[in-house]
């Protein structure tokens, strides 16, 4: 009587433990959104006057719902102009000075966010910038000529690498991929084109929405993102539990999922960008300095992850675990993965009728 009574124990101890982890996820991550990168938008338009004195703009900024400092609230983020410019509300009047001085954004010490700058003039020039809490105000010395071609490609570069940095599921994403990579014991070189073909296909809908090619609706969108990650976790966790569940296509050719899935990303956080818009006359310029980040941004946290890997297995080794404690280290990070996916799918898809 008395052995068999550790047995169970052995066997509900681990899955409640992993039903509590999951409770506590749900619980916890419910308000999380996909793609946290949610830049700002300050853009000046001048407005044609008939008698040729111009300096009188429209005025638009466009907040973020948050920063990661959290939700930004009405007037928390506020223009900050030249001090001889009157702004009554959306227009803002220079006079024949015109619009010369200290040009930005109050705020960005409290909600840490980039703002994307557009001055467009009335004989189609424009300057175009990006400023964030080290840099909340540009100088404009009264010249309307077009930002140069590489301040362009470097602040959309910026971008892009901010943008991984700061998507908890692209960054989940990249993290199942390289488990995946190297349980299937695949080589360096794989798991760099696998993380460059999610690169390419999350380029392709990127540009395709952004440029209004093809509009897919948001709530969906973040709703399969959030199911793609839950279904490389369960891959994950079937291939690293029983080596006969590894003849699929995604431990055999990991870089045709990631380029599927890919796809999908790309349409997650193009809203986001439509929104702030790009500098008219170099689109692609812009698409293609972004896309840079995000693969920049991707190979770093591959480099990060992979380092962290062979310390944790360095580490291990040294405190020479018993087996099953090391498995359960492997495991882990899928089951952690499995279950922010998991919590952020049932919110998404609540959020279908919020």
């Known amino acids: 009587m008395s052995s068999g009574g550790p047995g169970p124990r ?7 433990s992993l039903l509590l982890l999951l409770l506590t996820i749900v619980l916890t991550s419910g308000p999380a959104r996909a793609h946290e990168f949610r830049p700002a938008l300050l853009r000046l338009t001048e407005r044609p006057n008939p008698s040729g004195e111009n300096g009188s703009f429209d005025l638009r900024l466009v907040a973020p719902a948050q920063s990661t400092a959290g939700a930004i609230g009405e007037g928390e983020l506020t223009p900050i102009v030249p001090a001889h410019c009157e702004l009554r509300q959306i227009r803002l009047d220079c006079g024949a000075q015109g619009l010369v001085g200290e ?3 109050a705020g960005l010490d409290r909600h840490p966010v980039d703002v994307i700058v557009e001055l467009r003039f009335v004989d189609g020039t424009q300057i175009t910038s990006v400023l964030g809490p080290d840099q909340p105000t540009m100088t404009v010395d009264g010249a309307t000529e077009q930002a140069g071609s590489d301040s362009v490609f470097s602040d959309y570069v910026a971008l892009g690498i901010e943008h991984i940095l700061l998507g908890p599921d692209h960054l989940l994403f990249v993290l199942g991929l390289v488990l995946l990579v190297r349980a299937a014991g695949s080589d360096t070189r794989t798991l760099v084109w696998t993380v460059t073909a999610f690169t390419l296909a999350h380029s392709i809908t990127l540009a395709a929405a952004t440029l209004q090619l ?4 948001g709530p969906p969108v973040e709703a399969g993102i959030a199911l793609s990650i839950l279904l490389l976790a369960r891959e994950l966790a079937r291939g690293q539990t029983d080596e006969t569940a590894r003849d699929t296509w995604s431990w055999r050719y990991p870089w045709v999922v990631a380029f599927g899935f890919g796809l999908l990303h790309g349409f997650g956080f193009a809203g986001a960008l439509s929104e702030v818009g790009l500098p008219q006359g170099q689109i692609p310029l812009a698409l293609l300095g972004f896309n840079v980040g995000v693969e920049l941004g991707q190979l770093a946290v591959v480099a990060v992850l992979l380092v962290v890997l062979l310390g944790a297995r360095a580490l291990a080794r040294a405190a020479q675990l018993r087996p099953k404690i090391a498995r359960l280290g ?17 919110d998404r898809v609540l959020g279908f009728w919020g």
């Open 330 to 346: 492997t495991l882990a990070p899928t089951w952690v993965m499995g279950a922010l996916a998991f919590a952020w799918t049932i």
């Open 103 to 105: 040009l930005g954004v």
């Open 10 to 16: 052995r066997v509900w101890l681990p899955r409640a």
């Open 214 to 217: 093809v509009q897919v609706p």
